[in-house]
């Protein structure tokens, strides 16, 4: 397994992009705005994970989504450690993540990252999304929204 950044004109899989945000309008809105890494394996990436600036201080991680046949060896975890240090390599002050109320392995996920709560964006995902989502049995309403400082 390799984890690695993604290479120039290299096509991200879709399937994957939209495990993570299954909306493609949504997805378009930060592809191209987003250094990604990858984890590949055999020539096939089966990871990705978005870093994108907001403004000079601070990047937030996009889309991070693992294969199913590849989750829970720890390559989402290794994917979010690789875009917190290339954040801390290019001089950002703090990384933000978000996620839906109902994704529960990823609030865990990003909580052992080192990730905190700051806030909770009510009915993001009821006004901003075509489709009711539910993961868990749970209906995602609201974003959560995480944070870490990068100066220690």
Request: glycine content about 8%; proline content about 5%.
């Amino acid at each position: 397994m390799t984890i690695r950044p993604r290479l120039p004109q290299e096509e991200l899989p879709a399937s994957l992009l939209l495990l993570a945000d299954p909306d493609w309008a949504q997805v378009k809105k930060y592809l191209d705005a987003s250094s990604w890494t990858v984890a590949e394996e055999s020539g096939e990436i089966v990871g990705v994970c978005g870093l994108m600036a907001l403004d000079r201080a601070s990047a937030e991680i996009m889309n991070v989504a693992v294969d199913p046949a590849w989750q829970g060896k720890g390559l989402g975890k290794q994917l979010i450690q690789f875009a917190i240090h290339e954040a801390r390599s290019q001089g950002y002050d703090k990384v933000i993540v978000r996620t839906g109320n109902s994704s529960l392995n990823q609030l865990g996920l990003y909580q052992k990252c080192g990730f905190r709560m700051v806030r909770i964006e009510r009915d993001y995902f009821v006004n901003n999304y075509p489709e009711p989502i539910f993961e868990n049995g749970i209906p995602c309403r609201d974003q959560i929204v995480l944070e870490m400082a990068m100066k220690e």
